[in-house]
């Protein structure tokens, strides 16, 4: 069964260092998927998306891998910044249907 | 830009009573839900629309029932509060086929 813990995987870096946030997802049919940030006190607001039929999508200082063969997803940040910190979420999708499955998500701290 | 918006930030009810979250979006989207969130637990679905007057169940229906009377708002209503309830609730909404959900800020409930 699902193991259920109180405390979110947390990454803590240096301002101005590369972050790399990762994600194990579950269904190897899932074909879309999509990372989102959640500042705190806000709700979760969409970073970069990608299709299973690629493995590698960039976007301004984030890029997001794909590894189908071990159903892996990272989210790299470059030059990460103080208004970085924040929670991270995965999120899949399966053939047919439109309804993200979310991850527990990633706490990434960025110290000055 | 979407706008989602939760009409409280923060609720204190107690055990036994009716409560409503509201929610509007403003971009004419066809798919709405709500979402609670809870520490370790990330996000899990407790009911969705795809249309005015539809609804769906999600993963945790359970003491929960929802309301979607015109295209903009959808309301999730806790028929008899209880601790259990108590959470951050978001609401999100999406356009027809689309994948990408945009979240408003949260309600966060206490449950006395």
């Known amino acids: 069964g699902e193991s259920v813990g109180l405390h979110l995987p947390t990454l803590s870096v240096q301002e101005g260092d590369n972050s790399i946030i990762n994600c194990a997802y579950s269904n190897s049919a899932s074909d879309y998927f999509i990372w989102y940030k959640q500042e705190s006190g806000k709700g979760p607001q969409f970073i970069i998306d990608i299709r299973s039929n690629m493995d590698k999508r960039q976007g301004q200082r984030v890029t997001v891998l794909l590894n189908k063969t071990v159903k892996h997803l990272s989210l790299q940040i470059a030059a990460t910044q103080p208004g970085d910190s924040a929670v991270y979420f995965c999120?899949?999708?399966?053939?047919?249907?439109?309804?993200?499955?979310f991850g527990r998500g990633t706490s990434l701290i960025v110290h000055p | 830009d979407v706008k989602v918006t939760q009409s409280s930030r923060y609720l204190v009810k107690r055990t036994g009573e009716k409560v409503f979250l509201e929610c509007v979006q403003d971009m004419d989207h066809e798919n709405m839900f709500w979402y609670r969130q809870d520490p370790g637990l990330g996000l899990r679905l407790i009911y969705f629309?795809?249309?005015?007057?539809?609804?769906e169940k999600g993963d945790i229906p359970e003491g929960y029932s929802v309301s979607r009377e015109k295209k903009e708002r959808f309301s999730l209503i806790l028929e008899s509060a209880s601790t259990n309830q108590t959470s951050m609730y978001l609401c999100?909404?999406?356009?027809?086929?689309?994948?990408?959900?945009?979240f408003g800020a949260g309600t966060r409930l206490s449950v006395l």
């Open positions: 629309s795809y249309d005015v007057k539809m609804k």
């Open positions: 999120a899949e999708v399966s053939g047919g249907s439109y309804i993200p499955t």
């Open positions: 999100a909404s999406s356009i027809g086929q689309g994948f990408i959900q945009y």
